[in-house]
């Protein structure tokens, strides 16, 4: 081809003028040849199952011949797009590839897989006296049918636990050390024997991998230079398992195993929320590293979906069908689930949901595709983003965040005759009250438990915290409590660690606990203007635009905007919030950068924390540093005063509509049931309870074999409208034991906003009641 022509597409032939009416001919004659058979069959006199069977060849015929010229386009295709399909396979594997491969911070640890080498036998020696010493006794002890259970082996196999890739998470806080640890077990051997049932059983195998989060907090400069452990999985690990005589372990009365029994164990103490802290030195305050402040609220908007697979197809697929598409999203523990749109490979869900965000970084959103169906619901995709997620908080937000962390008591108060009493402790701040767990029979209990509750104007004179000491029946008065909020405003650091000596108790009597008040820091990146145009062209001489992004960075914690393409006026209308967990006085930076492909240019400056905190309240335009032009537009304000909060939400309103957030924050309190029924077969029930408002659902544990369960376990809800929500509460999840409905405008109505008492339950016994406390926000 020469460089000065272009090619033309060639002209269609023109058709020869008979050619049409052959083609007319040709397909009148086919139509006859199809209909002669009928005729014939009609003419000597031959059954109708012939043509019939005759119709059903040649339909299974033609029908063959599709598939296998459908095969034959699909091989071509894929020849002649093979780069294409080869890169989208490559990137759909990279989750199956070891971490060290996909994110270059991540680090082969070999050496260390090589010291569990060589020391996994020993695991072993010790796993073996662990299980046969200590375990099988208490497993003896916890039940008549399990009084002969044994042991019979013990062996973890030749593989030791493989750490496949650890991170170190140093950018974040000094005092502490942060590493990700990739794990992947397997190859373990475990058998059992009852002898009662003549029960033999066991596990040949066990797969688990997943990603534990290690944090070695506080550092200190004493031997062993680190004062305690806390461990968990950031989402649920993949938990696989081959039993061996399963059927057997489930004919035993009392005993139920399965993977997923197993995998809510585990979440229950090492999925976030859940943490698991080891002390290891002493005074210590394990609460307050099991039970963090929370990093922030995220919302999520669930919005459609487009091109999704056709599974409800019809005839074996020789008809097209459509879905019902639905999306399950999870973060940890936190599972949401949109209602299901009927027929539809395009479908708009429109939903918001909110979270809370336990953990920066590393917490994923992970969002299912599902097509709805009667008997199981059909897979359609997967998407994860492993993002920072407290980059966008929910709003109106409480001006401060009050956390409590209850460590012990001292010389509570006996019962009558000298008894040992079994202290719990009741809270309150304004209206809402919770409770810790139970310590039985002690007067010296330590709970080691940990509170959050949202103040919304700390500097009102009139809010107390109050503390109640009661026996575990609640009636007798171990001793009492109050400390002013303003107290706490006038100490060091807004912190109090200490004894409090109780009040209508004991001379000696003391409860120690810390409590600390930490305000919000909320921003508002609203827009920019007159940016410098970073892209330019042919050395300068062709001005092009810039791809401008703001990143925050304050308190350890980093906030990144989406980019804008081609833009120098730039619209965010973002907003951000962070909870100051450290006392201000660091700056707050923010850094605008023009996205590259190769390096991201920088402008920037830097605020005081000081002078927001001093101001209360910010609006105004700020002048980028070291640049010809450009300024950003940012609304601030330290929320310590709710009086100020008008001011914010007038000027987001005449920036943005937004989609209405959660108006409160529903706490419900699940305390305990008597009267259950009985089961089938006349044994007591392990009853657990399913709390769920809207699509949002928890569980608590599951009870020891009574009528009469005590679960002590409290859970929180984001409400939108509490005028138009309802609370539902079930019995188990095997076999109904009865079930609740709350009606959120009942507790409206309630003084205080507090709903305490016992509620009967429907499809129960006229007895079966249950102990609840709802508390709105």
């Not at 971490?99 to 080498?117: A, G, H, M, T, Y």
């Not at 049932?197 to 290690?214: D, E, I, M, S, T």
């Not at 200490?498 to 921003?523: C, D, H, M, P, T």
């Not at 393409?565 to 100051?580: A, D, Q, R, S, T």
Request: aromatic residues 8%; hydrophobic residues 40%; contains cysteine.
């Amino acid at each position: 081809m020469s460089g000065g022509t272009a090619r033309t597409a060639p002209a269609s032939p023109s058709r020869p003028p008979g050619e049409g009416a052959v083609s007319v001919l040709w397909s009148f004659g086919k139509c006859l040849a199809a209909l002669l058979p009928v005729y014939l069959a009609g003419y000597y006199g031959f059954s109708i199952s012939l043509v019939l069977l005759g119709l059903m060849v040649y339909m299974g015929y033609k029908h063959g011949r599709q598939e296998k010229e459908m095969r034959l386009k699909s091989s071509m295709f894929l020849l002649e797009n093979e780069m294409e399909f080869t890169t989208q396979k490559l990137f759909r594997a990279r989750r199956d590839l070891p971490p060290w491969v996909s994110f270059p911070d991540v680090e082969k640890v070999e050496w260390l897989n090589k010291i569990l080498q060589q020391a996994w036998p020993f695991v072993g020696q010790y796993l073996e006296k662990l299980l046969v010493g200590t375990i099988a006794p208490a497993i003896r002890a916890s039940s008549i049918h399990l009084q002969t259970l044994n042991f019979t082996k013990v062996n973890l196999g030749e593989k030791a636990l493989k750490l496949v890739g650890v991170k170190a998470h140093t950018e974040h806080d000094k005092r502490q050390v942060m590493l990700d640890l990739y794990l992947y077990a397997g190859d373990v051997e475990i058998n059992v024997e009852i002898k009662k049932y003549f029960c033999k059983a066991g596990v040949k195998g066990v797969q688990l991998h997943g990603k534990l989060r290690v944090i070695l907090e506080p550092l200190i400069g004493d031997v062993p230079l680190v004062g305690a452990v806390t461990m968990f999985f950031i989402r649920r690990p993949k938990l696989d398992i081959n039993w061996t005589g399963l059927t057997n372990l489930l004919d035993i009365p009392g005993l139920a195993m399965s993977d997923t029994m197993i995998m809510d164990a585990i979440a229950s103490h090492l999925v976030l929320p859940n943490r698991l802290t080891i002390p290891l030195v002493a005074d210590l305050h394990v609460a307050q590293l099991r039970s963090p402040l929370p990093r922030g609220v995220v919302r999520i908007h669930l919005l459609e979906a487009e091109d999704l697979t056709a599974k409800d197809t019809v005839i074996k697929g020789l008809i097209d069908g459509k879905s019902d598409p639905y999306a399950v999203l999870r973060v940890g523990t936190q599972i949401f689930t949109s209602h299901h749109v009927d027929s539809n490979l395009n479908p708009q869900w429109r939903e918001m949901y909110e979270v809370i965000v336990h953990e920066v970084p590393g917490q994923e959103l992970e969002v299912e595709v599902f097509d709805k169906d009667p008997d199981q619901d059909d897979f359609l995709g997967v998407i994860q983003k492993n993002q920072n997620l407290t980059a966008k908080t929910a709003d109106p937000p409480s001006a401060a965040i009050l956390a409590i962390y209850l460590d012990q008591a001292y010389e509570l108060p006996m019962r009558k005759g000298n008894k040992d009493p079994s202290p719990m402790v009741q809270i309150s701040v304004q209206d809402t009250t919770k409770e810790s767990k139970t310590c039985y029979g002690t007067n010296s209990p330590v709970w080691e438990d940990a509170f959050t509750f949202f103040i919304q104007d700390p500097r009102k004179q009139d809010i107390d915290i109050q503390f109640q000491v009661k026996d575990d029946d609640r009636a007798l008065s171990l001793g009492s409590l109050t400390i002013p909020l303003n107290r706490l405003l006038e100490s060091n650091e807004l912190t109090l660690d200490q004894w409090f000596q109780l009040e209508n108790s004991g001379s000696a009597s003391r409860l120690y606990a810390k409590i600390v008040l930490r305000g919000v820091l909320r921003i508002h990146l609203v827009e920019a203007q007159n940016l410098i145009a970073k892209d330019n062209f042919m050395g300068g001489m062709v001005k092009g635009k810039s791809d401008p992004y703001v990143k925050i960075r304050v308190a350890g914690i980093t906030f990144r905007s989406h980019t804008i393409k081609e833009n120098l006026n730039p619209v965010w209308n973002e907003l951000f919030e962070v909870i100051l967990t450290q006392l201000p006085g660091q700056e707050v930076q923010f850094e605008l950068f023009d996205k590259d492909i190769d390096q991201d240019d920088f402008l920037g400056f830097k605020l005081n924390l000081r002078d927001i905190i001093s101001a209360q309240f910010i609006d105004t335009w700020y002048t980028l540093n070291d640049v010809k032009s450009g300024r950003v537009h940012l609304v601030m304000e330290w929320l310590s005063r709710v009086t100020e909060l008008s001011r914010l939400e007038q000027s987001q309103q005449s920036y943005q509509n937004k989609v209405v957030p959660s108006a409160a924050v529903l706490f419900v309190y699940v305390e305990r049931a008597h009267g259950l029924p009985l089961k089938k077969n006349g044994k007591e029930p392990k009853a657990g309870v399913e709390v769920t408002l809207k699509n949002v659902s928890y569980k608590t544990k599951v009870c020891e074999r009574s009528t009469s369960p005590r679960w002590d376990e409290a859970f929180h809800f984001l409400v939108r409208d509490p005028r138009d929500e309802t609370l539902t509460l079930s019995h188990s999840w095997s076999q109904t034991l009865g079930s609740l409905t709350v009606l959120l405008r009942e507790v409206l109505s309630e003084s205080g906003l507090v709903l305490d008492q016992w509620f009967n339950l429907d499809g129960a016994l006229p007895e079966s009641q249950i102990l609840l406390r709802v508390t709105i926000k």
